[in-house]
């Protein structure tokens, strides 16, 4: 189906543009061939006007000469009829009105004397003389185009008329002929322009499509099939800066992970070395105090290496179920709420509606998931209240949203709390990549993570809602 597209689109400004050229130089075209007809329509009736009184005035001088003797003007009778005169008297001259009212014949004739007297008129030429000198050449009347010749001797003068009225119609006629085909050749030229533009640009349209489908978890090549040598250009350029970026982004998650990775054998030693520090201690040394400090740092830090790798993990490509299907979640995230709890973090009660896990299911990997979750309930446990417990809920079987109390979030905050390292201004403890991890994870999955706050039917607190993509 062809349809144009939006006004700042390639195909708009190409039909736009193509139609307006192509009706300029239509009508352009229209015009000078108007002209030209009409010029040369002009030219065509004035050789005939030359013609007929060439042909036709020494006949017309022989026919006066055989008929001098009648009276009067004398009327040229029309083929087929016999020549009358201008007597009032003459009923024969009525009786004929009739049948040449039924000839249509637009030429005109005056024969006149040197004083300018007609001599002989055909049929249909009026009984006063033309409006014209009695002078060789043309001449235009109030209402006819006049040729004037000399014959019989230079003493006559022969006179051929076309009404300007007939000249005009005939010329309007031949222009209406020729620009009404416009009428119907414009909106079929804007249908066949919009048809070769759409199909035109359908690669360019399925490069845009490749383009964007193309982000931080898909940096595969563009397949270049049988394109035009501008898209393929572009294509290439775009497939070298997909692998040089897909390049900087392997070395950046190689690095996270690995320095992750290898800290957590250090700092896992230095945490129990201090531990066992601690307990060798006795109440009220002076070396205690610096050794809880030292303990608090250390397990941050343990904390901070652990968001690395997960970090590293969700920013990888990946993220959906090994089978392509919907997963059951719901046992998932029980387990998750369960370690945690375990864990004994510190913040308000955990409040969850079991029956709901069983309807959850979604097309996404269970430790992608169980990462995600982790996160947005550690998030909410750290800034929300500890008055009022964190809200778990399932909705349409593959909607989770973790909610909790606490100040609200600030509108400028909340579009960069998915930003790595952002932290809420509520608190200060937190490493600032739980979200950041979730969001990754939601585009690699065709996720979508919804921020609110405060959270709905509230006037305080915060809501991470986390919509999963069903398969």
Not at 41 to 59: H, P
Not at 116 to 145: H, I
Not at 456 to 461: A, F, S, W, Y
């Amino acid at each position: 189906m062809m349809k144009i597209r939006a006004q700042n689109s390639l195909q708009f400004i190409l039909t736009k543009r193509l139609t307006l050229i192509v009706a300029v130089f239509w009508v352009i075209g229209a015009l000078f061939a108007a002209y030209t007809a009409r010029h040369e329509m002009e030219e065509g009736a004035d050789t005939a006007l030359v013609e007929t009184s060439r042909r036709t005035s020494t006949l017309i001088i022989d026919y006066l000469e055989n008929h001098q003797g009648a009276g009067g003007i004398v009327v040229l009778p029309e083929p087929g009829f016999d020549f009358v005169h201008d007597d009032d008297d003459d009923s024969d001259h009525d009786d004929h009105d009739g049948d040449f009212d039924d000839f249509d014949d637009f030429m005109q004739y005056q024969l006149r004397d040197a004083n300018g007297g007609v001599l002989l008129r055909s049929q249909n030429a009026p009984e006063t003389p033309f409006d014209a000198p009695l002078e060789p050449g043309f001449s235009d009347g109030d209402e006819v185009r006049v040729y004037t010749s000399v014959t019989g001797n230079g003493h006559l003068f022969m006179q051929v008329a076309e009404p300007t009225e007939h000249r005009n119609e005939a010329i309007i006629e031949t222009m209406v002929s020729q620009f009404t085909p416009l009428i119907f050749l414009i909106p079929v030229t804007i249908l066949a322009v919009v048809y070769s533009v759409t199909r035109a640009l359908g690669p360019v349209r399925q490069v845009r499509n490749e383009i964007e489908a193309r982000g931080e978890g898909n940096l595969t090549p563009i397949a270049q099939d049988d394109q035009t040598e501008e898209i393929n250009t572009i294509v290439t350029a775009v497939n070298r800066l997909m692998a040089k970026l897909e390049a900087a982004l392997s070395v950046e998650r190689s690095f996270t992970a690995n320095s992750a990775h290898e800290l957590r054998t250090p700092i896992a030693v230095a945490l129990a070395q201090t531990q066992r520090l601690l307990a060798e201690l006795p109440e009220g040394h002076a070396a205690r105090k610096r050794a809880v400090q030292t303990e608090e740092a250390l397990k941050r830090l343990s904390r901070l290496s652990e968001k690395l790798l997960q970090l590293a993990r969700a920013e990888s490509s990946g993220g959906f179920s090994p089978t392509g299907h919907n997963q059951d979640l719901g046992p998932t995230l029980q387990l998750v709420i369960e370690d945690l709890k375990r864990a004994g973090m510190d913040g308000a009660e955990i409040r969850f509606d079991a029956e709901n896990l069983a309807s959850l299911s979604a097309n996404i990997d269970h430790d992608a998931f169980a990462i995600c979750m982790r996160n947005l309930i550690e998030n909410a446990l750290k800034y929300g209240g500890d008055d009022e417990p964190v809200d778990i809920h399932v909705a349409q079987g593959h909607i989770v949203q973790v909610a909790n109390g606490g100040p609200p979030v600030s509108p400028a905050e909340l579009g960069q709390l998915t930003t790595r390292f952002k932290r809420s201004s509520n608190k200060a403890d937190g490493s600032g990549l739980g979200l950041a991890i979730v969001e990754a994870i939601a585009r690699n999955t065709k996720a979508e993570l919804k921020l609110y706050s405060p959270r709905p039917d509230h006037t305080d607190g915060f809501m991470a809602e986390l919509r999963l993509h069903q398969s």
